[in-house]
Nanobody, 113 residues
Framework: VQLTESGGGLVQPGGSLRLSCAASGFTFRRYAMSWYRQAPGNERELVAGISSAGGSTNYADSVKGRFTISRDNAKNTVYLQMNSLKPEDTAVYYC???????WGQGTQVTVSS
């Protein structure tokens, strides 16, 4: 059972990134998934979640209207589209399989000019 994030990097304020989380070793379509982030000195916080079929999503207030979580169950992948990025979005972003408390290794997102 494994989660592997990708797509992080350095972007200027106002820019966009799309994170991907590839899942393996379990029946992906049966499980809700989430994205979390952790900035230096801060606790890990929930960014967004999506139900198993993708019909229900939820977001942290700080990212509503800017971030979009989605999934492709045929590709066993969950995505996080991040637009209008701000310096305060800088963090390591993790995907999580909620029901098994399984985390990926994380991908760094840095928003800076």
């Amino acid at each position: 059972v494994q989660l592997t994030e990708s797509g992080g990097g350095l972007v200027q304020p106002g820019g966009s990134l799309r994170l991907s989380c590839a899942a393996s070793g379990f029946t992906f379509r049966r499980y809700a998934m989430s994205w979390y982030r952790q900035a230096p000195g801060n606790e890990r916080e929930l960014v967004a979640g999506i139900s198993s079929a993708g019909g229900s999503t939820n977001y942290a207030d700080s990212v509503k209207g800017r971030f979009t979580i989605s999934r492709d169950n045929a590709k066993n992948t969950v995505y996080l589209q991040m637009n209008s990025l701000k310096p305060e979005d800088t963090a390591v972003y993790y995907c999580k399989l909620d029901q098994m408390n399984l985390w990926g290794q994380g991908t760094q997102v840095t928003v800076s000019s």
